[in-house]
T-cell receptor, first 119, second 108 residues
Framework: NAGVTQTPKFQVLKTGQSMTLQCAQD?????MYWYRQDPGMGLRLIYY???????DKGEVPNGYNVSRLNKREFSLRLESAAPSQTSVYFC??????????????????FGDGTRLSIL | DAKTTQPNSMESNEEEPVHLPCNHS???????IHWYRQLPSQGPEYVIH???SNVNNRMASLAIAEDRKSSTLILHRATLRDAAVYYC?????????FGQGTRLTINP
């Protein structure tokens, strides 16, 4: 039962480097999400994709770009990493039909996270 | 987005029931109440959700106030494995908005 798979699990970058975090889900879910979690804090939404071909900004989108490559995969890119982006990044997916999207009555399934340090 | 208020921390003993409260006075009529928990070094894990009626599943029970302005997550017999941060979230539209949650400590 793979569920939501994130790669890599750990990464150290230098300021200014670029990197793409990968996320794939095998549950045939329409919606996918990227969150970040800073120490001692709850998760904050960066971007989400309600369905294949669509993406929308969340609470903290600055400094990030996303690509919904297909229904399974949703990647997060840091074009020029900054120390403030040091965090744990979680990808999630959610089932239900696209018409259900207005009422979040389906749970989200999370990956195990990518721990990213930017020096 | 509607906000939730939870105690920062709670402590209980193993094999005793635990009641985790959540206030959400600004909830809208279409918001679902979701609970997730996060164990150390893991991603959040779905626990339970509901709209108006109380809900039960194999992990927990969710009691929702009649006016929907508060809810309580009930763990019937806590185990050491239930030690985690518990998040009460109002799910509207596409998004979950996480607060800081309640850190639950279980004493052996």
């Amino acid at each position: 039962n793979a569920g939501v798979t994130q790669t890599p699990k750990f990464q150290v970058l230098k300021t200014g480097q670029s990197m793409t975090l990968q996320c794939a889900q095998d549950m045939n879910h329409n919606s996918m999400y990227w969150y970040r979690q800073d120490p001692g804090m709850g998760l904050r939404l960066i971007y989400y994709s309600a369905s294949e071909g669509t993406t929308d900004k969340g609470e903290v989108p600055n400094g990030y770009n996303v690509s919904r490559l297909n229904k399974r995969e949703f990647s997060l890119r840091l074009e020029s990493a900054a120390p403030s982006q040091t965090s744990v990044y979680f990808c999630a997916s959610r089932g239900g039909s696209i018409r259900d999207s207005l009422y979040s009555n389906q749970p989200q399934h999370f990956g195990d996270g990518t721990r990213l340090s930017i020096l | 987005d509607a906000k939730t208020t939870q105690p920062n921390s709670m402590e209980s003993n193993e094999e005793e029931p635990v009641h985790l409260p959540c206030n959400h006075s600004t909830i809208s009529g279409t918001d679902y109440i979701h609970w997730y928990r996060q164990l150390p070094s893991q991603g959040p894990e779905y626990v339970i959700h509901g709209l108006t009626s109380n809900v039960n599943n194999r992990m927990a029970s969710l009691a929702i106030a009649e006016d929907r302005k508060s809810s309580t997550l009930i763990l019937h017999r806590a185990t050491l494995r239930d030690a985690a941060v518990y998040y009460c979230i109002l799910a509207g539209a596409q998004k979950l908005v996480f607060g800081q949650g309640t850190r639950l400590t279980i004493n052996p």
